[in-house]
């Protein structure tokens, strides 16, 4: 038996005779045979569904000193608190410069689904779940459908998440405070609206599937803006600049020639000079490299400038 269910008996062949853990309690561990093992959730949290593995924190503008509950008590009017998981109703403090709490009219939902179908819906179910989702909301807040908008902004849409999690915008926010808003989408009756919505579009039943934790957080919308970054690398071409040695026992120059190579990859620019070398040994006979742009290709330019002992500069 999974997290969240229990079974004692004997000889079971499949899940479907393990039981729920009733909700307002939670079980985490798999393979339990009793009851007894699911455990009441805390004062702080709540269990909105059976079979859970983890009770879920009070949500923003709710607390509970309790045990075993399936939902938390909501602020009264005019006040409220950001912070989850709350025990007591003292924190829920005035808003200043709101008396509905809502300072820009708007508020972030977001609802967090277990086994949430994701993968077997395919894109034209789930932009009708999208969008059966922004009227539930919208018919629990007493706004339009054109007030509830998904992350980037599209109206009459929320954003799904792979792991089961939606998120929404509810704006134009006039006529309710953010404690009308958490009375209305921290219930039962609207989790279930969104699971029934859900699994009409699917077609099939879903075991185990439900709304979790739903929170309500005052805030102004700002759409979701994609930024990307664009890195740009330059080729640079090197040129050096190398010296051909024309080897004589006078002290003759004469002009240079220039050659191009490809050496290593990289194209390198060589410019040839022609200069003078005495030779160690005044009866030692001259070598003569003249490097010519026609008739010497870049392997045999390398072979030379190795030869004759040249470092080559920076390339």
């Given at each position: 038996?999974?997290?969240?269910?229990?079974?004692?008996?004997?000889?079971?062949?499949?899940?479907?005779?393990?039981?729920?853990?009733?909700?307002?309690?939670?079980?985490?561990?798999?393979?339990?045979?009793?009851?007894?093992?699911?455990?009441?959730?805390?004062?702080?949290?709540?269990?909105?569904?059976?079979?859970?593995?983890?009770?879920?924190?009070?949500?923003?503008?709710?607390?509970?000193g309790d045990f075993a509950q399936t939902e938390c008590d909501v602020c009264p009017q005019g006040r409220w608190m950001h912070s989850r998981g709350s025990l007591q109703g003292e924190g829920c403090a005035p808003c200043p410069g709101s008396g509905d709490c809502l300072p820009d009219g708007s508020a972030r939902i977001?609802?967090?689904?277990v086994h949430f179908p994701y993968a077997e819906l395919d894109s034209e179910q789930m932009e009708k779940v999208q969008v059966a989702m922004a009227e539930d909301i919208a018919a629990a807040c007493s706004v339009g459908n054109q007030s509830v908008l998904d992350l980037n902004g599209k109206s009459s849409s929320v954003?799904?998440?792979?792991?089961?999690?939606?998120?929404?915008?509810?704006?134009?926010?006039?006529?309710?405070?953010?404690?009308?808003?958490?009375?209305?989408?921290?219930?039962?009756?609207?989790?279930?609206?969104?699971?029934?919505?859900?699994?009409?579009?699917?077609?099939?039943?879903?075991?185990?599937?439900?709304?979790?934790?739903?929170?309500?957080?005052?805030?102004?919308?700002?759409?979701?803006?994609?930024?990307?970054?664009?890195?740009?690398?330059?080729?640079?071409?090197?040129?050096?600049?190398?010296?051909?040695?024309?080897?004589?026992?006078?002290?003759?120059?004469?002009?240079?020639?220039?050659?191009?190579?490809?050496?290593?990859?990289?194209?390198?620019?060589?410019?040839?000079?022609?200069?003078?070398?005495?030779?160690?040994?005044?009866?030692?006979?001259?070598?003569?490299?003249?490097?010519?742009?026609?008739?010497?290709?870049?392997?045999?330019?390398?072979?030379?400038?190795?030869?004759?002992?040249?470092?080559?500069?920076?390339?």
């Amino acid at each position: 038996c999974s997290p969240g269910t229990w079974s004692s008996l004997w000889g079971a062949t499949n899940q479907s005779t393990c039981t729920d853990c009733e909700a307002g309690k939670f079980q985490p561990a798999v393979g339990q045979a009793s009851k007894d093992v699911c455990i009441r959730c805390p004062p702080g949290k709540y269990g909105p569904m059976m079979g859970a593995a983890a009770c879920a924190y009070c949500p923003a503008g709710s607390w509970n000193g309790d045990f075993a509950q399936t939902e938390c008590d909501v602020c009264p009017q005019g006040r409220w608190m950001h912070s989850r998981g709350s025990l007591q109703g003292e924190g829920c403090a005035p808003c200043p410069g709101s008396g509905d709490c809502l300072p820009d009219g708007s508020a972030r939902i977001t609802i967090e689904f277990v086994h949430f179908p994701y993968a077997e819906l395919d894109s034209e179910q789930m932009e009708k779940v999208q969008v059966a989702m922004a009227e539930d909301i919208a018919a629990a807040c007493s706004v339009g459908n054109q007030s509830v908008l998904d992350l980037n902004g599209k109206s009459s849409s929320v954003s799904v998440g792979s792991d089961g999690s939606v998120s929404a915008f509810v704006t134009e926010v006039t006529k309710s405070s953010a404690s009308d808003l958490a009375s209305k989408l921290y219930t039962t009756t609207f989790r279930s609206r969104l699971v029934s919505s859900t699994l009409e579009i699917l077609g099939v039943d879903k075991e185990h599937f439900g709304a979790g934790a739903i929170s309500v957080q005052p805030e102004e919308f700002l759409p979701v803006t994609v930024t990307s970054t664009t890195t740009s690398v330059s080729s640079t071409t090197a040129s050096t600049t190398t010296s051909s040695i024309s080897d004589s026992s006078s002290s003759d120059s004469s002009s240079a020639n220039s050659s191009d190579v490809s050496l290593l990859g990289a194209e390198v620019s060589f410019s040839a000079r022609n200069v003078t070398r005495t030779s160690r040994y005044h009866d030692e006979a001259p070598e003569d490299f003249v490097l010519s742009n026609a008739a010497t290709p870049a392997v045999s330019l390398a072979a030379l400038l190795a030869s004759s002992g040249l470092m080559l500069g920076r390339i």
